[in-house]
């Protein structure tokens, strides 16, 4: 086997509350998937671990660590006070959990014993910035997972690519300064968070390893297929990464209820395969694939089971 899979029913225990959008259920809906797919077998286990503090604060300063757990664990909130983030008395626990297993699998990743992997974590994380926890988001997956690698395993170059319907705005601030990270970004606009305009291409050092590619709603694989191979395919192949990873937000799905993009499932695979191409051609097929977004609980389901196979 040389595709991982991250799957921990803790992650479930992250519940905002009754009606919310990103719940325990899609959590449930993508293993049951799995196993009716006859995909499972096929997939090497990897098991989660709480996030120690140096490894958040890869990405996270202390004081903001700290408020998550304060407001979560001492203080009962149901919203951090830092945005639009619903939480339970699990959360923080669970958000360690989903941090850990992350860098678990890059790792294995790294250390070259799989060559590919899909992490099923909750709660999601792009939308985290240093010391903001917004929009669903606690502690930024993807971005302590790009620190780890670069850190313990000396990745010089590490790309993101982010196909939820929504910006990456966290993830998008802690590396627009950093010319080693190279960030891009599909989603819809207008549309919340409302950043992700295609002028903001890096700062500094970071100048010109930012690439945003806004679409308007009712985009589908026609505009994704033209932006990919023009632009962020090129863009990738010229940035030459040791590692390639995937915000991989299935909210871009048609159907979804949080957005108005009309990709499908055979869609989500195409797109697997351009990156899984570019990563055999740079880093020796070195992929991570992180959950983000994804709220109609059947499209969720059928899509990521259209994305691991692609991986596979």
Not at 48 to 64: G, K
Not at 165 to 175: A, E, K, L, R, Y
Request: charged share 20%; net charge negative; proline share 5%.
């Amino acid at each position: 086997m040389n595709t991982g899979l991250l799957l921990d029913p803790t992650y479930q225990e992250h519940d905002p509350g009754p009606g919310h959008p990103e719940n325990p259920g899609r959590y449930a809906v993508i293993m049951r998937a799995l196993e009716a797919s006859g995909l499972l077998p096929r997939l090497q286990g990897i098991p989660s671990r709480l996030a120690e503090q140096p490894e958040l604060q890869l990405c996270h300063p202390a004081r903001y660590i700290d408020l998550v757990r304060r407001e979560v664990e001492e203080e009962g909130l149901d919203t951090l006070s830092t945005g639009d983030t619903d939480v339970c008395n699990k959360s923080y626990g669970t958000a360690l959990r989903a941090v850990g297993g992350v860098l678990n699998v890059v790792d294995e990743v790294m250390s070259g014993r799989l060559t590919r992997a899909f992490c099923a974590v909750r709660p999601p994380g792009h939308h985290a910035s240093a010391e903001r926890g917004m929009g669903f988001c606690l502690f930024n997956n993807i971005a302590l997972t790009t620190r780890h690698a670069q850190r313990r395993h000396g990745a010089a170059k590490v790309a993101i690519v982010d196909w939820d319907v929504h910006h990456g705005n966290g993830t998008q601030d802690i590396f627009e300064e950093d010319g080693s990270v190279f960030f891009a970004s599909t989603h819809q606009s207008p549309w919340y968070p409302f950043t992700g305009h295609a002028e903001e291409t890096g700062k500094g050092k970071g100048a010109g390893t930012t690439l945003n590619l806004p679409m308007a709603a009712g985009a589908g694989i026609e505009e994704f297929g033209r932006v990919f191979e023009t632009r962020l395919l090129p863009a990738l192949d010229a940035f030459k990464p040791d590692l390639i990873l995937i915000s991989a937000g299935f909210d871009s799905r048609i159907q979804d209820p949080l957005g108005r993009f009309r990709l499908r499932d055979e869609d989500f695979a195409l797109l697997t395969r351009h990156l899984r191409g570019l990563a055999d051609s740079h880093c020796n097929g070195r992929l991570v694939s992180v959950l983000e977004g994804g709220y109609n609980l059947d499209g969720l389901a059928s899509a990521v089971s259209a994305h691991v196979a692609a991986l596979l």
